[in-house]
């Protein structure tokens, strides 16, 4: 587990009525790696690189998924708070 100033971690929930299907997947990579921190998706016990499009479709996260988007580094805190406002917004229902 990581522990540390420089570690964030949100609860959010899958909005989207799609779930995180290619698109807002690779929207979401894209974001994610924008920033310097390491980001990671939590879905149950599965932990996978939040910039990485085909760990994230492992994930299989349909709508109602409960995600915990965790980053560490010195952008850990807006890293999250921007990949969780995206995945809030339902990628805009795409």
Same mark, same amino acid.
Do not use: C, Y
């Given at each position: 587990?990581? &522990?540390?100033?420089?570690?964030? !971690? %949100? =609860?959010? $929930?899958?909005?989207? !009525?799609?779930?995180?299907?290619? *698109?807002?997947? $690779? !929207?979401?990579? &894209?974001?994610?790696?924008?920033? &310097?921190?390491? %980001? !990671?998706?939590?879905?149950?016990?599965?932990?996978?690189?939040? =910039? /990485?499009?085909?760990?994230?479709?492992?994930?299989?996260?349909?709508?109602?998924? %409960?995600? *915990?988007?965790?980053? *560490?580094?010195?952008?850990?805190?807006?890293? %999250? =708070?921007?990949?969780?406002?995206?995945? /809030? /917004?339902?990628?805009? &229902?795409?």
């Amino acid at each position: 587990m990581w &522990q540390g100033l420089n570690t964030h !971690e %949100v =609860k959010v $929930t899958v909005t989207n !009525e799609h779930g995180l299907h290619a *698109r807002p997947v $690779t !929207e979401f990579v &894209q974001l994610a790696n924008r920033f &310097q921190s390491k %980001v !990671e998706v939590v879905k149950g016990d599965l932990t996978v690189d939040g =910039k /990485s499009v085909a760990a994230m479709l492992t994930l299989g996260a349909g709508p109602g998924t %409960v995600l *915990r988007i965790r980053a *560490r580094g010195t952008d850990a805190a807006q890293a %999250v =708070k921007k990949l969780v406002a995206l995945i /809030s /917004s339902s990628f805009a &229902q795409g």
